[in-house]
């Protein structure tokens, strides 16, 4: 099985240019993950697993290995290797391995963006203290809360997560721990978590886990449920400036829509692949593939052509910000 290796500006202003990695593909379905979030860029979850053992597909750590050795040199200005992707990267066992091996053949930062939900697991945890980062998606303080944003497999509970996270800040080696939080708002009044009951439990929780930075955003990308909104920039600056004061300013970073990037400085060896890749992993503008991939507009027309007469690919979005996903 194929390992999927992606470049491009990763959301985080924390990451900058990243290679991201996906360790997990069911061959039966688009997506498989632990959750079903409601605000999910890559739509519902086909298959819901309960944990590792319940995985179809996962990428073993020899085949990490052989993909990074030759693709990670084709990029010049490379900051992070970060695992990430289609599905919940903690749910493959093989990770602190895949980790140790890379660091012996680059040089390179290793980041893991995870949901959260297999840290209250000792196994993860000892996977993730190979990483230098780790950013660690939290959405709600309020375990009914979380259960609607996040809709988890049965048996992760928000106690188990908050504990984990805990646990990881207090070993001895570990990743440096980041926070996101991702903020949704909502046409039909809930689930929502950027209200002031929401704010103030989630501030007192993250006091508890004491993580070295967080980082605060809202939706950027069509959501799952279509009565998921994102929340405005004014409020997102208020809660971050509410952050600020808890937190102090040099721990935490607001990320609002639009963010900018400087065009890439990849060396491409199958650009059509790379294309599709770049949408299979998340939804994307005409823009984003350009800015993500350094291709110009006359470059990327004819692949976007292709993609979508061969039915690969299908618009979504509105008129005024059209994206390209995966059918």
């Not at 290679?19 to 979850?45: E, W």
Request: with cysteine; aromatic share 6%; net charge neutral.
């Amino acid at each position: 099985m194929k390992t999927r290796i992606i470049y491009g500006p990763i959301l985080s202003r924390r990451l900058g240019r990243s290679l991201g990695v996906d360790i997990i593909k069911n061959p039966d379905s688009r997506k498989n993950c632990n959750y079903d979030c409601v605000y999910c860029q890559l739509g519902h979850a086909d298959y819901k697993v309960t944990g590792p053992e319940d995985v179809k597909g996962t990428i073993t750590a020899t085949k990490v290995i052989e993909s990074i050795q030759s693709y990670h040199r084709n990029i010049d200005d490379l900051d992070y290797i970060t695992f990430s992707g289609t599905c919940e990267p903690t749910l493959n066992l093989e990770l602190g391995e895949m980790i140790s091996n890379i660091k012996s053949i680059c040089e390179h930062p290793i980041c893991v963006i995870s949901n959260s939900s297999l840290v209250g697991r000792e196994d993860v945890r000892s996977n993730l203290a190979e990483a230098d980062l780790l950013i660690a998606t939290f959405v709600s303080g309020y375990e009914d809360t979380f259960r609607s944003i996040n809709r988890p497999a049965p048996g992760i509970r928000l106690e188990d997560i908050i504990k984990g996270l805990k646990a990881i800040k207090s070993m001895e080696k570990r990743p440096k721990l980041g926070i996101e939080v991702m903020l949704v708002d909502s046409e039909i009044d809930f689930p929502v978590n950027c209200t002031d009951r929401e704010i103030e439990r989630l501030i007192e929780v993250l006091k508890q886990i004491d993580p070295d930075e967080i980082e605060i955003l809202t939706i950027s990308r069509p959501p799952a449920e279509k009565y998921i909104t994102a929340v405005p920039d004014t409020r997102l600056k208020e809660i971050a400036s509410r952050f600020d004061e808890e937190f102090g300013k040099d721990r935490v970073r607001l990320v609002l829509r639009g963010l900018k990037r400087g065009r890439s400085k990849m060396r491409h060896q199958n650009i059509d692949e790379e294309v599709y890749d770049l949408i299979l992993r998340r939804p994307c503008t005409f823009r984003q593939i350009c800015t993500s991939l350094g291709i110009t507009d006359l470059e990327l027309r004819p692949i976007i052509a292709k993609l979508m007469s061969s039915k690969s690919i299908v618009e979504t979005g509105s008129s005024e910000e059209v994206y390209y996903k995966t059918p």
